[in-house]
């Protein structure tokens, strides 16, 4: 959830390092640090709070140094003080260390050494590892990648660290077990990374790391081998992000630029894959299993938060088209409740990052029962992209911004995609196939329309509504995981109470809360349950509620009964989530500006959850 930076070349580290920070600054933190080695010696400077704190802090004096890590964290263990923020140092002065992740016998090893001599300066599981390698180095007298390696043979839980020494300033240590670490390959130089996000301005030329793997980088080349310290050749993959597409390029946030560009991530979901010249769907990355789940007797989602949102629409798609049983899980609770699988089951996961620590853990859990894993995920090279048997990436580009938005209208596209082509020969004739893949292919310029015509409506409603303590979200059908969804964008940016329901649930508990400072967010397309949620409405409305709708196009039946309408393009049943959550996308947005809140970086939250 951290991030961490390195740099070992022939340039300053320390402005390297810190444009590196302020890449990863979406990830979530709550302090910041650097250590640089130079003709010096070793520099380390943290701070609580933002990186531009940390640049704040030294713009009276310069790192030197050619060699360096940075670090963002965010707080697991200990509260975030400059004490707790990374780096840590060796109690001799000789090395520092970033990690991302948690160390699960912290406490333990904490003891031996505690009981060894070693006096803790943080609260942090870092700083115990950081005394751990010391301890080995020096009782067996290692040189620092040896004592790196054996270290970590005695440690239990995630990590991803990035070490520096203050005796070897032609030396930088990576090495990764659950937490994300990629090397960066430049002339003249070597970048790690937690992510592409600190690299791409600098190389295209990457190295994954995997779990279980360590990384010595010297100015003359790299070495990598297990923690076993057997030697391993890796391949170099080349990038596909580029530096335009993780800038705001001219938008105020992140989040405001990636809503606007759903039009174009979702298109860019089809191209190449969606054919309605030739009536059909291709899915390359699932060519391989396709007879498998095409027959699969059940598919079980595993996903955590937005995407398991759009898991929820993919159930309704794939049960309406290709009636086949599906169940959707939290990643969370799916490895922890024995699942039962069965020999015809496959398991899908679904994450924007593909290094969701509990949805790779799906992965594993449904492997190591011999049952097939297909992903659906964003980040070409992420972790459950190279871990699962076949999947589907989405092109939808960097998402930058915490709160989820493109890539939700991504997944439900690639889902739209494999629901339909699971139909094909089963559920639908030629013609309507042909149909649905044309509606699904006009979807994009439906989108563009939403945000070209209600992007200033929702502004006007914002100034309204900023002020509300509490909403809530009804919708039916394929519109109730677009209700949790638009619940959750409104919790996360913009710190308001925020719950979603089917409508008829509203009967069974919620309706107690409805007055007058209750706003009641309605999804009311003319399908097959508009006369139900219309009588959802007036419900409401009876009771003297505030009641915005989201309806189609020329529906003139809402307006007596609702303070907003917002009228979207008609389009099929099953792609109107793809329509609907726009509003609701955007509502949220301007209402967290408003509100003076951290639209990109909500507090608390972390873009990619790779802690459990």
């Known amino acids: 959830m951290c991030g961490i930076v390195g740099y070992i070349g022939t340039q300053e580290a320390h402005s390297i390092l810190l444009t590196g920070l302020k890449r990863l600054e979406y990830r979530g933190y709550d302090s910041a640090g650097l250590a640089t080695v130079g003709d010096d010696g070793m520099q380390v400077e943290k701070r609580e709070g933002k990186v531009d704190d940390l640049r704040s802090a030294l713009d009276d004096h310069a790192m030197g140094g050619t060699l360096g890590v940075g670090h963002t964290r965010w707080a697991t263990h200990g509260a975030p003080t400059d004490a707790n923020a990374h780096p840590h140092v060796s109690s001799d002065g000789s090395f520092a260390l970033v990690h991302n992740g948690i160390i699960e016998n912290h406490g333990a090893i904490k003891k031996q050494l505690e009981e060894k001599g070693y006096t803790f300066q943080s609260e942090t599981d870092t700083e115990v590892l950081v005394y751990l390698i010391e301890e080995v180095k020096r009782t067996a007298d290692l040189p620092l990648p040896e004592a790196v390696r054996q270290a970590l043979t005695q440690v239990v839980g995630a990590y991803g660290i990035a070490v520096v020494s203050r005796e070897d300033p032609d030396l930088l240590l990576a090495a990764r077990n659950g937490s994300p670490l990629i090397l960066g390959v430049g002339d003249e130089a070597y970048y790690i990374g937690s992510d592409a996000a600190p690299l791409v301005e600098h190389t295209r030329q990457v190295v994954y790391l995997e779990d279980g793997e ?126 039962i699988l069965r020999e015809g089951d496959v398991v899908l996961v ?87 893949i044309r509606a699904l292919a006009e979807v994009p310029g439906k989108v563009r329309r939403v945000l070209e015509t209600s992007n200033e409506d929702l502004r006007d409603m914002a100034q309204v509504y900023r002020y509300a303590s509490n909403f809530l979200y009804l919708g039916r059908g394929y519109n109730f995981p677009v209700a949790l969804e638009g619940a959750l964008k409104l919790k ?50 009876a009771r003297d509620g505030s009641v915005i709708a989201i309806t189609d196009e020329k529906d003139e039946e809402l307006d007596q009964l609702c303070e907003y309408v917002l009228e979207i393009p008609e389009t099929e049943e099953f792609l109107s989530p793809l329509l609907t959550v726009i509003p609701l996308q955007l509502l949220s947005y301007h209402i967290a500006v408003m509100r003076g809140c951290h639209v990109d970086q909500p507090r608390n939250l972390a873009k990619s959850v790779t802690v459990e």
Request: glycine share 8%; net charge negative.
């Open 350 to 436: 679904i994450s924007q990052s593909g290094e969701t620590a509990d949805t790779l853990a799906a992965v594993r859990q449904a492997q190591s029962q011999g049952v097939p894993c297909l992903g659906v995920c964003n980040v070409v090279g992420s972790t459950i992209a190279r871990e699962t048997d076949a999947g589907v990436y989405l092109h939808a580009g960097p998402e930058i911004g915490v709160a989820s938005t493109k890539a939700f209208t991504a997944q439900v596209t690639v889902l739209s995609m494999i629901a339909l082509k699971l139909a094909k020969g089963r559920t639908l004739s030629a013609a309507e196939l042909a149909g649905n």
């Open 492 to 541: 996360e940016i913009s710190y308001i109470h925020a719950e979603g329901y089917p409508a008829a649930e509203m009967k069974h508990g919620p309706i107690a809360l409805i007055d007058r400072f209750m706003p009641v967010v309605f999804i009311a397309m003319k399908d097959s349950t508009y006369d139900k949620v219309l009588s959802n409405i007036e419900e409401v409305a």
């Open 214 to 339: 360590m990384v010595t980088v010297r100015r003359s080349g790299y070495e990598v081998r297990t923690i076993a310290n057997e030697p391993l050749e890796k391949e170099v993959h080349e990038l596909e992000w580029s530096l335009s597409e993780i800038e705001k390029g001219g938008y105020d946030h992140f989040m405001l630029k990636e809503i606007m560009e759903q039009p174009d991530a979702m298109a860019d979901a089809m191209r190449g894959r969606v054919l309605p010249e030739e009536n059909d769907i291709v899915l390359g990355g699932l060519h391989d299993v396709w007879d498998r789940l095409y027959d699969a007797d059940r598919i079980i989602v595993a996903a955590c938060g937005t995407s398991w949102h759009a898991g929820l629409v993919g159930e309704y798609l794939i049960e309406s088209f290709a009636r086949i049983p599906v169940e959707v899980e939290y990643a969370s609770e799916f490895r922890y409740r024995d699942p």
